[in-house]
């Protein structure tokens, strides 16, 4: 199949692009440099390449990702993320194209105490979260063949991620601290991009949930980190969302559970502490 790819050069896209080689004619899309110009912002420039490519699938990866930068700048986050998703979605719809979009736990408030399930209401906290879930929603609207993906603490060998910052900090501080009070499912980038590549033909369409097995709060997470690249020297002091301010509320507990894949009697992810274990060999 041709599948286009939007944010190809970032952290996700990147890995996306390289599960789908081999199986799939890929068309690699970003606003960076390093991949056919798209800004998905634009909606001409969206509908062009759709009707000039003509793509089976789209996986729809860019997006405004900042999560503190969006809340500073609400208006771009809701023209990237939500204006992109809808002339995405729009383009698609007009020749029959399947669209995935990734989404993220952001969408939800944090307040369930349990894991969210795809059947669970969204009620976002942050502009970020406001405008993936914009994004969402046009998606669902609009293009009947649709797969929507939430994940959650994507991280990887390369891109800007929370396991590569910790292991920075590392290189040049004997003691860390890390937010021990916000628990969550971290998920290896290249996991996620083989489960999206999987998913290219797939009619079973609607809304899933897409994390490593397990959770942890990132105070778990560092030490994990830190363990798996054999600096156990390096201390790590457990502190509260309080002692670490941000622009935009952090949800407290953002556990996404596979709920859709257990019910089909397909959740086999592995835990997060495996990837980890992967993610320092890979570096
Ligand atoms: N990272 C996480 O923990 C996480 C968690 C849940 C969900 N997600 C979702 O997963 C997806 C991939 O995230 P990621 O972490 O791989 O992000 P990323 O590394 O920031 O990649 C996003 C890519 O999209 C590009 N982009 C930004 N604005 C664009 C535009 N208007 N048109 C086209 N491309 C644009 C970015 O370029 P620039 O770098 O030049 O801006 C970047 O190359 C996103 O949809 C995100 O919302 C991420």
Redo the contacts with the bound molecule.
Sequence with gaps: MRVLV?????????LVCRSLEGSHTVVP????DGCER?????TGAVFDIISRVHPQTVI???????VDGCERAPDAAH???AI?AWNLACACASINCAII??????VFDGEKGEPYTEFDSPNPQGA?GAS?LAGEQAIEQICRKHHIV???????PH????ALSILNAAETKSELRVVADQVGSP?Y?RD?SEYLASLVGSQLYGTYHFTNSGSCSWYEFAREILNAAGKTEVKVEPITSEQWPTPTKRPKYSVLRRYRMELLGRDDTRSWQSAVAEFAAAL
């Design positions: 939007t944010g190809a050069c970032g952290m996700l896209g990147s899309t970003d606003i960076a798209l800004d998905v912002a634009d729809h990866c860019a997006a405004m990702t900042d023209k990237i993320n992109g979009y990734v989404s993220t736990d952001y970020y993936k939430r994940t959650s603490w994507l991280f990887a891109g800007k991620n929370f998920t980038a996620l």
